[in-house]
């Protein structure tokens, strides 16, 4: 009798040592894991100008379209397309099923830049962003982005390695716009270095 007592307790306590799986199942678990896993390499790449970004994404035919005609491709560019300058970033939720989800991020904002390195400052504000998942041949992929949530000292390091290929015989050969797309690059890093 004794040994079934110890038996019993000892199934109680593993049995409460188990992993409880979300409600609709066992089997949604791994979806949901996959899906975050892909949410925190897209944030984490986003967040420090990492080109990875654009291999945890996918795009729908109407956006490739507008990029390829306004931006050409790889679809970003840290320096010259409009992002938002953030302190930091926290995934809130993500859900998944078969083949589509969503992640809740929120993000300290600091400022905006409307594209060719000019910038805005904002007060600090948090801001909610809802990205949209897609799963396809079994990997997630954020589906149409919102623009990029970039750090500050991910743009500072950007702007700086830029200007440091700009040497005395670049200038020589410089054209006036390039000479102007320099001035706005050391405009830029003078802002962020300042936030």
Same mark, same amino acid.
């Given at each position: 009798?004794?040994?079934?007592?110890?038996?019993?307790?000892?199934?109680?306590?593993?049995?409460?040592?188990?992993?409880?799986?979300?409600?609709?199942?066992?089997?949604?678990?791994?979806? *949901?894991?996959?899906?975050?896993?892909?949410?925190?390499?897209?944030? *984490?790449?986003?967040?420090?100008?990492?080109?990875?970004?654009?291999? +945890?994404?996918?795009?729908?035919?109407? +956006?490739?379209?507008?990029?390829? *005609?306004?931006?050409?491709?790889?679809?970003?560019?840290?320096?010259?397309?409009?992002?938002?300058?953030?302190?930091?970033?926290?995934?809130?939720? +993500?859900?998944?099923?078969?083949?589509?989800?969503?992640?809740?991020?929120?993000?300290?904002? @600091?400022?905006?830049?409307?594209?060719?390195?000019?910038?805005?400052? @904002?007060?600090?504000?948090?801001?909610?962003?809802?990205?949209? @998942?897609?799963?396809?041949?079994?990997?997630?992929?954020?589906?149409? /982005? /919102?623009?990029?949530?970039?750090?500050?000292?991910?743009?500072?390091?950007?702007?700086?390695?830029?200007?440091?290929?700009?040497?005395?015989?670049?200038?020589? *050969?410089?054209? +006036?716009?390039?000479?102007?797309?320099?001035?706005?690059?050391?405009?830029? @890093?003078?802002?962020?270095?300042?936030?």
């Amino acid at each position: 009798m004794r040994h079934r007592l110890t038996l019993a307790a000892v199934l109680i306590g593993v049995t409460q040592a188990l992993p409880v799986w979300p409600q609709a199942g066992a089997g949604t678990y791994p979806l *949901e894991a996959q899906a975050r896993k892909v949410v925190e390499s897209y944030c *984490e790449a986003d967040f420090r100008a990492l080109p990875i970004r654009d291999s +945890v994404t996918t795009y729908s035919s109407a +956006v490739k379209r507008a990029h390829q *005609e306004d931006w050409g491709w790889p679809l970003i560019d840290w320096m010259w397309d409009p992002l938002t300058v953030v302190a930091a970033y926290r995934i809130r939720d +993500v859900t998944a099923n078969d083949s589509t989800g969503s992640a809740t991020i929120e993000f300290d904002e @600091l400022a905006l830049s409307p594209g060719h390195g000019r910038f805005v400052g @904002l007060p600090r504000r948090m801001s909610r962003v809802t990205l949209t @998942l897609k799963r396809s041949r079994g990997e997630w992929r954020v589906f149409d /982005p /919102p623009e990029p949530r970039v750090s500050r000292n991910a743009l500072v390091e950007t702007y700086a390695e830029q200007l440091a290929q700009c040497d005395e015989s670049w200038f020589k *050969e410089a054209s +006036v716009p390039q000479v102007v797309g320099y001035q706005r690059i050391v405009e830029g @890093l003078k802002f962020l270095k300042g936030l």
